[in-house]
């Protein structure tokens, strides 16, 4: 099993929220649903096939390990 962690995404459920100011990305803006999508296709394609328990951060370097 794998998952996916996104951060703060610019979607329509998120078009009205401001952003705090102490959760501000190291790219300096909110990804997009494109930018979660992709890695998540990536992860159920063949290139991923020997990936297993592994967590992608999505979050633009909010929290970086």
Known sequence: ????SPGFIA????????????????L????TPEEVAEPIMFLCSEYARYITGA???????????
């Open 1 to 4: 099993v794998n998952t996916v």
């Open 11 to 26: 979607t329509n459920m998120t078009t009205e929220m401001k952003q705090d100011v102490n959760l501000v990305p190291l």
């Open 28 to 31: 300096k803006r909110k990804g």
């Open 55 to 65: 967590n992608l951060d999505i979050n633009g370097g909010l929290q970086m390990n």
